[in-house]
């Protein structure tokens, strides 16, 4: 039921806001784009029939899910409400973790709840002093507020369907040791 071109372009904007980005891919990407261009140069027909073949799988998935019940369950819906939407965000993202966000933070699950979204990572290699001091508090809290405030399209989507914003929480050995909420009013706008 929820579009899957939204949720393609809401999980980019949401993996940023957590602190990933996909510059790992982005090396990857020139060797297999060569490889492409050269097996593209060779075979011109083979775009338009991908093509074909990628529209004729689109509404195959339309028609399979277009059943009597799964209409029934969308009559039901109400005009407003959120939540089927938050959680298909949240399986989403889901399907891509662990995410190593650097060399010391691993995002290791979301949720949502209440309309708001929670980021949970796992801290290795920090000292629980460090992450409970108020600089480095408050260096996370500048950073999150950057992200979660970014004037990117598909974040001020995302803050709009979390409207009791973003938590973000920090493990060290599953224990809970930092935790800071986003609303959309630090974002001053």
């Known amino acids: ?11 980019p904007a949401m993996l940023v806001m957590g602190g990933c980005d996909d510059a790992s891919k982005e090396k990857a990407a020139p ?10 140069a060779t075979q011109p027909n083979a775009n338009k029939d991908q093509e074909t073949n990628d529209v004729d ?12 019940e799964k209409i029934e369950q969308f009559n039901k819906l109400q005009d407003n409400d959120t939540q089927k939407f938050q959680q298909a965000v949240v399986l989403e993202i ?25 980021y949970k990572y796992i801290v290795k290699g920090i000292p629980i002093n460090v992450i409970e001091s ?27 369907l ?25 974002c001053g706008k």
């Not at 039921?1 to 999980?11: G, N, P």
């Not at 060569?34 to 097996?39: A, K, M, P, R």
């Not at 799988?57 to 009597?68: R, V, W």
């Not at 508090?137 to 507020?145: A, N, S």
């Open 134 to 160: 108020h600089e480095w508090q408050e260096t996370m809290k500048k950073t999150i507020t950057s992200s979660y405030c970014s004037d990117d399209a598909r974040v001020t989507v995302f803050r709009n």
């Open 94 to 118: 889901k399907k891509k973790l662990p995410l190593l966000v650097d060399e010391a933070t691993l995002m290791s699950d979301v949720s949502a709840e209440n309309n708001a979204f929670t």
């Open 1 to 11: 039921m929820i579009k899957k071109t939204m949720l393609a372009a809401l999980v």
């Open 162 to 186: 979390f409207p009791e914003g973003v938590i973000y929480n920090y493990y060290v050995s599953e224990k809970l040791i930092y935790t800071y909420k986003a609303l959309p009013s630090v």
């Open 57 to 68: 799988k689109k509404l195959k998935a339309i028609q399979d899910q277009s059943t009597p």
């Open 31 to 40: 060797v297999a784009d060569q490889s492409n261009e050269q097996s593209a």
